[in-house]
């Protein structure tokens, strides 16, 4: 059988796909550590802001006044924390964030990136 490149690459790259898609791909996301310091007033506010963020409130303290919350928050969802923070807490909140580990994305939010992956590819054929 005299076989042109392109149909090997064709054949391979079809094969490739449906065994990929059989497998059940998941993505993965990247979840960060925060750790949040408010005065005690704040801390319902902070984390309810925390969970709206798909967050996982790991522990909470309180000392005096002051209250210090760990939490796991997807990257994605942490983009614009510092501003929401100081405005809950009228700014005497601060935070640190560090890379934890990752997790499987829930299936609506893995539908919702491939979904927009694939509009994304589509608007740069045209």
Do not use: H, W
């Amino acid at each position: 059988v005299d076989s042109s490149d392109m149909a090997f690459q064709l054949c391979a790259r079809t094969g490739f796909r449906e065994a990929f898609l059989k497998t059940k791909p998941v993505l993965l996301e990247p979840i960060m550590k925060l750790e949040v310091e408010v005065p005690a007033d704040f801390q319902g506010a902070v984390t309810g802001e925390l969970n709206k963020r798909r967050g996982l409130i790991v522990s909470t303290e309180t000392v005096g006044n002051s209250s210090t919350i760990i939490a796991e928050v997807p990257l994605a969802q942490t983009f614009g924390y510092s501003t929401d923070l100081r405005s809950l807490t009228q700014g005497q909140g601060v935070f640190s964030m560090e890379f934890f580990k990752y997790r499987p994305m829930p299936a609506n939010v893995q539908k919702e990136v491939v979904e927009e992956r694939k509009q994304a590819e589509l608007a740069a054929a045209k």
